[in-house]
């Protein structure tokens, strides 16, 4: 079973910056994605950013310029940088890790929990 663990959420003023962490940890035998996502109430969960573990990167248009997502393979984490933070970017975001729990297991979609990050105006 593989678990994700999200921290660094809370609640800053327009402008400002916040640093989400995620770490994998269970039964794991490789992680070939990371992605963060985040979600609003009454709203699809939609992908933020999202990087191989090669590290060829991916953005949202709303995230361009303004986050920046890096991973750590060996530690099995993965990093989302947010800057310049809008009103609107207030949401649950959270974790997604595509990869395989065991040699043979089918490649799977796994999720964290979800941390609220609240940007104030």
């Known amino acids: 079973q593989v678990q994700l663990v999200e921290s660094g959420g809370g609640l800053v003023q327009a402008g400002g910056s916040l640093r989400l962490s995620c770490a994998a940890s269970?039964?794991?035998?490789?992680?070939?994605?990371w992605g963060w996502y985040r979600q609003v109430p009454g709203k699809q969960r939609e992908l933020v950013a999202s990087?191989?573990?090669?590290?060829?990167?991916l953005y949202a248009d709303s995230a361009k310029g303004r986050f920046i997502i890096s991973r750590d393979n060996a530690k099995k984490m993965v990093y989302l940088g947010m800057n310049s933070l809008k009103p609107e970017d207030t949401a649950v975001y959270y974790c997604?890790?595509?990869?395989?729990?065991?040699?043979?297991?089918?490649?799977?979609?796994?999720w964290g929990q979800g941390t609220q990050v609240t940007v104030s105006s």
């Open positions: 990087i191989t573990s090669g590290g060829k990167s």
């Open positions: 997604n890790a595509v990869g395989r729990a065991t040699w043979d297991a089918v490649l799977s979609d796994f």
């Open positions: 269970g039964s794991i035998f490789s992680i070939n994605a």
